[in-house]
């Protein structure tokens, strides 16, 4: 992809970052920290839906887009399995939506059972239909996708707040569950023609058998990377407190600004890294792509190490902790991304059986860690274990990468990463008590990474000096 089809994607995750952020002081001020936690909970449910109904399917779509003569046969490989066993399993729930609603909330609601149900099924089509776009590089229609349920979402809650009113629990899922539905209506006329076309063709069985061998592996791979991202909240909801765990949600829904980095990042790069293995990829490429993504991520966890004190001045106080949580957080999306541009072997290997070794060694090491320090720490452990099971997580992954298809210098990865974990676990778990010392690791950090990567700033300077003179 070009720069421009690069900013055009980078619309949606943008411009969904900004309504985030303006969303969050209104939930915040407008809610419990309870009802917070409890909508954390529906984002648990949403993920493992995608992980679990896709069956890997959506990753082998990907992966054989380029390659593929009938790319609506290919659709429908891809969608048709998981879309009918989440209906089964939406049937089945329909019957008792009120025990759903309690599983989740701890409140017996059929109406926010229902709404949960609906969000399920929204969501996995969404998944799909996006990804037509994506391959595509049809930027804009895939940017609005992402952009319109969160404007929604903002309008609805902001509603709230105007007409002093829907400060109930069940407002909060409609708002959630109207912003996934527009997605899907978005989706489906945006690639009318191609689910159309995939209506009327035949299911490939033999392609189907490849796509889920290819798939399979990374439902386990995916399940456990979603108890990676989840296990803290789930632990929080078990064994701490759902003000605990509201307060854990808005400090990641505030590291989820580096969800930008990490979406534009992984919907630019999977579609370029294997149009490169199908022409024949330069391995100096993809090199230079990692050296670029490290020293953003650095770069970032300096930042957010060195000023996250301004966010206390937009929470109301009952979220003051935040402050010392947020650096942590930040460890999913971005050790994430850099493990996408270090990993990128297994895939081009067709290795994905381990990403799963990789996924079930890090969710036993978070497993492990919330056991231990949730009960004691809440919020502040749930954090700092999730920053470290995701740095093994980063380690293992580059590492299997390294052995399957090619070796390449590591150990600045390595180093540079693990002090940005270090300061990071510090900070969540002894908060303001050695806030002068953190804030200096924090500076020299940043200075040695300016040396470090000196010439990717020269690079971006002689850019920037182009565009504006």
């Known amino acids: 992809m070009n720069a421009r089809k690069i900013a055009v994607f980078s619309i949606g995750p943008l411009g969904g970052a900004l309504l985030g952020l303006i969303s969050l002081p209104i939930v915040a001020w407008l809610y419990s920290a309870e009802d917070v936690g409890r909508l954390a909970m529906l984002q648990v449910a949403l993920g493992l839906c995608m992980q679990l109904f896709s069956l890997g399917l959506d990753q082998a779509y990907v992966r054989e887009y380029h390659e593929s003569q009938n790319r609506p046969r290919l659709l429908k490989a891809a969608v048709l399995p998981g879309l009918a066993v989440l209906w089964l399993v939406a049937l089945i729930f329909l019957l008792a939506p009120g025990q759903l609603s309690l599983l989740l909330f701890d409140v017996n609601d059929a109406a926010i059972g229902v709404l949960v149900i609906i969000c399920l099924i929204a969501t996995l089509l969404s998944r799909f239909l996006s990804l037509i776009l994506r391959m595509q590089e049809r930027g804009l229609a895939f940017s609005m996708g992402q952009l319109l349920p969160k404007l929604i979402f903002v309008a609805i809650v902001g509603g709230y707040y105007l007409f002093s009113f829907g400060r109930d629990f069940t407002y909060l899922v409609f708002a959630q569950a109207a912003s996934v539905i527009m997605v899907a209506l978005v989706y489906l006329w945006g690639t009318r023609t191609e689910w159309l076309s995939a209506i009327t063709e035949k299911l490939d069985w033999s392609q ?132 996408e541009a270090t990993s990128v072997g297994l895939g081009i290997a067709r290795r994905t059986k381990l990403l799963m070794l990789a996924s079930i060694i890090a969710v036993a090491v978070s497993l492990i860690g919330n056991l231990l320090l949730v009960p004691r720490y809440g919020a502040a452990g749930a954090s700092a274990v999730t920053i470290v099971a995701f740095w093994l997580y980063f380690v293992l992954r580059t590492e299997l990468s390294a052995r399957v298809w090619r070796s390449f210098p590591r150990m600045g990865l390595y180093g540079m990463t693990f002090v940005c ?31 470090f990567f000196k010439e990717i700033l020269m690079k971006l300077l002689r850019k920037i000096r182009i565009l504006v003179f």
Not at 431 to 444: D, P, Q, R
């Open 208 to 339: 189907l058998r490849g796509m889920l061998s290819y798939g399979m592996p990374l439902v386990v791979g995916g399940l456990s990377f979603w108890g990676l991202t989840m296990l803290d909240r789930l632990f929080l909801r078990s064994m701490s407190t759902f003000s605990e765990l509201g307060i854990y949600s808005i400090a990641s829904s505030i590291a989820g600004v580096a969800m930008i980095f990490q979406s534009v990042f992984s919907t630019v790069w999977a579609p370029t890294v294997y149009k490169w293995a199908a022409e024949g990829i330069e391995p100096e490429r993809v090199d230079l792509v990692t050296e670029y993504v490290l020293a953003a991520v650095v770069f970032m966890f300096c930042a957010v190490g060195l000023f996250s004190w301004v966010i206390t001045y937009f929470l109301p106080p009952a979220y003051h902790s935040v402050e010392y949580l947020v650096t942590a957080c930040m460890g999913y999306p971005l050790l994430y991304t850099l493990s």
């Open 421 to 451: 974990v270090l300061l990071s676990v510090t900070g969540a778990l002894v908060k303001s008590k050695m806030g002068l010392i953190l804030n200096f690791g924090w500076l020299l950090l940043l200075l040695l990474a300016v040396f």
